[in-house]
């Protein structure tokens, strides 16, 4: 095995539409296009309770949010031969509602998240516009790779600007 991805799922929606082929899918699609292998992360599927007190609590917005990301900051792992690169939290109901409001398919805008949030894991981020566009060109990339709508993404950074 190359890659260990955990699945953890907390909302009993997300068990009600799977997804959980696509989604690991997806991750490896990620790590293979970074060129990373013998990595280890968990995705937790949750609701927008829990999301809300993990945003509240490490980053002091109390506010539910669609994805978190908690990167493994700490490189060295002498347990396994794994490197641990952290986790990712996805609210089903914030991605349930920001899918009907951007008419994108509940997956493809969970596809989405999915990417964002590994490719947060490895140190991209949207704290400013130059390393806002490399994130959301890497994204388009991936997600033109498994076929899925990327409009969402042209919407979201038009928004803003």
């Not at 699609?29 to 990595?39: A, F, G, P, V």
């Not at 990712?88 to 008419?103: Q, T, W």
């Not at 994130?135 to 950074?157: H, S």
Request: net charge positive; proline share 1%.
């Amino acid at each position: 095995m190359d890659n260990v991805i955990n699945l953890d799922v907390v909302s009993e929606n997300w068990k009600k539409i799977g997804f959980f082929g696509a989604s690991y899918e997806v991750i490896l699609l990620t790590l293979k296009e970074l060129n990373l292998s013998r990595i280890e992360l968990t995705i937790r599927f949750s609701n927008n309770s829990e999301i809300q007190f993990l945003n509240n609590l490490w980053k002091k917005n109390n506010k539910p949010t669609n994805v978190l990301a908690f990167p493994n900051n700490n490189k060295i792992d002498n347990i396994s031969s794994y490197n641990y690169i952290g986790d990712i939290i996805i609210s089903y109901d914030k991605v349930k509602n920001e899918s009907i409001f951007y008419k994108v398919s509940l997956k493809d805008h969970l596809m989405h998240l999915i990417i964002h949030g590994v490719l947060h894991l490895m140190g991209y981020d949207h704290n400013n516009i130059k390393s806002e566009k490399v994130m959301i060109k890497l994204e388009k990339k991936i997600i033109e790779k498994i076929g899925a709508d990327c409009t969402i993404l042209n919407r979201k950074y038009d928004e803003r600007n």
